[in-house]
Each structure stands twice: as structure tokens, then as C-alpha cells.
């Protein structure tokens, strides 16, 4: 059954989607991670789309690769690649013609597959993620270690999420922080903040509390679904046929148990908290 689906458009298919999901492989890894912010999100996807981009100039080359392995694979399989019958009027699939009407296979599958498939997920990319650059225009000024004047990102920034705070004594807070950033450049021990938690560390409070309020925020900013999705993927472990009747308080207990595997409870920690509740004979050890 299933060597009969298998034909040259999906052998080619199989091939044109294992070299572009592997260049978005690292872009998958990373968008896992719990404690990714949106700068450094917007810095990776910038670099995926741009390999991207290199790949789709360079089809011509990268594809007769991809062409020649699924060659390999069709020989395996007793399967000849060659181009579906071309009209002059098709409606239910690729239909590209040549000059001559004399399209090879490599020519005619780089034209109807690999071609298409990587514009679309370069679109899919900066839909899903370079969106996200309108938000972080204003927060990019922070990461900045220039003495710039131009201030036009920052004030709509204040505006939005520090309303009441004056937008000069802001600004020259920022002027202040820049100079801090440019002072941490020129060290040989310290490099310039990657991330908003990094910059978070070097940011006093006290010091710089408009600042700092500003990063709080850009580390709070949701990325993507990750976490929610682990939550829901511990609710149906922990939520099981057997379990259905489960209380609120056991079952949100359990969830978190099963959430935050990670932190060690002795058994010590678990009677002691049992013995804080009431009972109707004491618990004793």
C-alpha cells in the first residue's frame, strides 16, 4: 500500500522537506527553551530566514542534491522519476511548460516543489515571528550601546508602559544606561547583554527603575505556546481514566509535582505539611 503512493513527486517531496526542517531544526530547539526572550527570538529567526534566503538563490545548486538522493532512493525502490503528463489546461496541479515543452524531471520538480516550498516557509518565518519586530522596535534602544539622540522608538515605549513617568527624566536615564553598556564593550572581561534576563542582572534598580521596569517587561513578553503546552501535556499524565474523580486541590498538586520534576521534596517537607492540617487523631511519628 504504501509502495504504491510513493511516487517521484513525493520521493522529491520527502527530500525538498528534510534539507529546509533541518535548517529550521535550531529555530525549533530554541523556541523549547524556557527562559528564551524576544530579542534573542527575533536575532535567530532573522539568521534562519537569511540562510533561507541563501538556499533559495542557490537552488539551482542545492537542489540537484537533493535531486540526485532521491534518485538513490527511487533506484531502491524500482520507482523511474519522471515528470507527470503536461497540458495546456490544468487545473489540479503544477503545470509548467518550457519553451520547447521539453522540461527534465530536475528542472520541472525544482520549478513545481522546492521553489514554492522554501518561499513558503520563509513567508511562514516572518509572519509567525518578524511580526514581533514592531514591538521590540522601541525596546531595541536599550540593547544599544550608541549615545544616538534619536529618541523617536523610546518615547512611545514610556508612553505605552510607563505613562506616568516623565518622559525627560526617561530619556536621560536611558542616556545614562547607554553609557554604562558602551563602558561594558570596552571591558575584556564583559560583553554586551544578548538577552533581556541578561541585561536584567546588570540593570540596579535603584539606580535605573524606569529601566528596569522596561526589561521586567521585554522578559515577560510571551515568544511562543511552550510552556502551556508542557502544562497541558503534565494535566494528561496526571489526569488519567483511574484519576477522574480526583479532587481540585490533589490533582492541582500532583500537576505541579509532575511540572517542576526538578525541585527535590524530602520526604521530611511532605509530613510536615501534612501535619499542619487538622485531624481527628494526631499525627505521630
Same mark, same amino acid.
Given at each position: 500500500m504504501l509502495l504504491k503512493a510513493m511516487d517521484s513527486e513525493f520521493l522529491i517531496s520527502l527530500q525538498v522537506i528534510k534539507v529546509i526542517f533541518s535548517f529550521g531544526l535550531p529555530l525549533c530547539k530554541q523556541l523549547q527553551k524556557k527562559?528564551? =526572550?524576544?530579542? #534573542? +527570538?527575533?536575532?535567530?529567526? %532573522?539568521?534562519?530566514? @537569511?540562510?533561507? #534566503? %541563501?538556499?533559495? *538563490?542557490?537552488? %539551482? #545548486?542545492?537542489? !540537484?542534491? +537533493?535531486?540526485?538522493?532521491?534518485?538513490? +532512493?527511487? *533506484?531502491?525502490?524500482? &520507482? #523511474?522519476?519522471?515528470? !507527470?503528463?503536461? @497540458?495546456?489546461?490544468? !487545473?489540479?496541479?503544477?503545470?509548467?511548460?518550457?519553451?520547447? %515543452? =521539453?522540461? &527534465?524531471? *530536475?528542472d520541472y520538480y525544482r520549478i513545481s516543489i522546492c521553489i514554492p516550498f522554501i518561499e513558503s516557509f520563509i513567508s511562514q518565518i516572518k509572519d509567525r515571528f518578524l511580526t514581533h519586530q514592531n514591538i521590540f522596535k522601541g525596546f531595541q534602544c536599550l540593547f544599544d550601546d550608541t549615545n544616538s539622540s534619536n529618541n523617536a522608538d523610546f518615547e512611545p515605549l514610556i508612553n505605552f508602559y510607563l505613562p506616568h513617568i516623565d518622559i525627560t527624566t526617561a530619556t536621560c536615564e536611558l542616556q545614562i544606561w547607554k553609557e554604562k553598556m558602551k563602558r561594558m564593550v570596552t571591558k575584556d572581561d564583559e560583553m554586551l547583554p544578548s538577552n533581556a534576563l541578561h541585561a536584567v542582572k546588570h540593570c540596579d534598580p535603584v539606580i535605573f527603575p524606569n529601566i528596569f521596569v522596561l526589561l521586567k517587561v521585554l522578559c515577560t513578553l510571551s515568544v511562543s505556546i511552550a510552556t502551556p503546552e508542557r502544562s497541558f501535556s503534565s494535566l494528561k499524565r496526571v489526569k488519567s481514566y483511574l484519576r477522574n474523580s480526583m479532587k481540585e486541590d490533589s490533582f492541582n498538586g500532583l500537576v505541579l509535582l509532575s511540572y517542576y520534576r526538578n525541585i527535590e521534596i524530602t520526604p521530611e517537607e511532605i509530613l510536615d505539611e501534612m501535619a499542619k492540617k487538622l485531624r481527628k487523631i494526631d499525627l505521630l511519628l
Amino acid at each position: 500500500m504504501l509502495l504504491k503512493a510513493m511516487d517521484s513527486e513525493f520521493l522529491i517531496s520527502l527530500q525538498v522537506i528534510k534539507v529546509i526542517f533541518s535548517f529550521g531544526l535550531p529555530l525549533c530547539k530554541q523556541l523549547q527553551k524556557k527562559n528564551i =526572550d524576544l530579542k #534573542e +527570538m527575533i536575532t535567530l529567526a %532573522n539568521l534562519s530566514i @537569511t540562510v533561507l #534566503e %541563501n538556499l533559495r *538563490e542557490n537552488v %539551482n #545548486e542545492e537542489f !540537484k542534491k +537533493m535531486f540526485e538522493e532521491a534518485q538513490r +532512493m527511487a *533506484e531502491i525502490l524500482s &520507482i #523511474e522519476i519522471s515528470v !507527470k503528463r503536461i @497540458t495546456h489546461r490544468q !487545473k489540479n496541479r503544477s503545470n509548467y511548460l518550457s519553451l520547447n %515543452n =521539453d522540461l &527534465i524531471p *530536475e528542472d520541472y520538480y525544482r520549478i513545481s516543489i522546492c521553489i514554492p516550498f522554501i518561499e513558503s516557509f520563509i513567508s511562514q518565518i516572518k509572519d509567525r515571528f518578524l511580526t514581533h519586530q514592531n514591538i521590540f522596535k522601541g525596546f531595541q534602544c536599550l540593547f544599544d550601546d550608541t549615545n544616538s539622540s534619536n529618541n523617536a522608538d523610546f518615547e512611545p515605549l514610556i508612553n505605552f508602559y510607563l505613562p506616568h513617568i516623565d518622559i525627560t527624566t526617561a530619556t536621560c536615564e536611558l542616556q545614562i544606561w547607554k553609557e554604562k553598556m558602551k563602558r561594558m564593550v570596552t571591558k575584556d572581561d564583559e560583553m554586551l547583554p544578548s538577552n533581556a534576563l541578561h541585561a536584567v542582572k546588570h540593570c540596579d534598580p535603584v539606580i535605573f527603575p524606569n529601566i528596569f521596569v522596561l526589561l521586567k517587561v521585554l522578559c515577560t513578553l510571551s515568544v511562543s505556546i511552550a510552556t502551556p503546552e508542557r502544562s497541558f501535556s503534565s494535566l494528561k499524565r496526571v489526569k488519567s481514566y483511574l484519576r477522574n474523580s480526583m479532587k481540585e486541590d490533589s490533582f492541582n498538586g500532583l500537576v505541579l509535582l509532575s511540572y517542576y520534576r526538578n525541585i527535590e521534596i524530602t520526604p521530611e517537607e511532605i509530613l510536615d505539611e501534612m501535619a499542619k492540617k487538622l485531624r481527628k487523631i494526631d499525627l505521630l511519628l
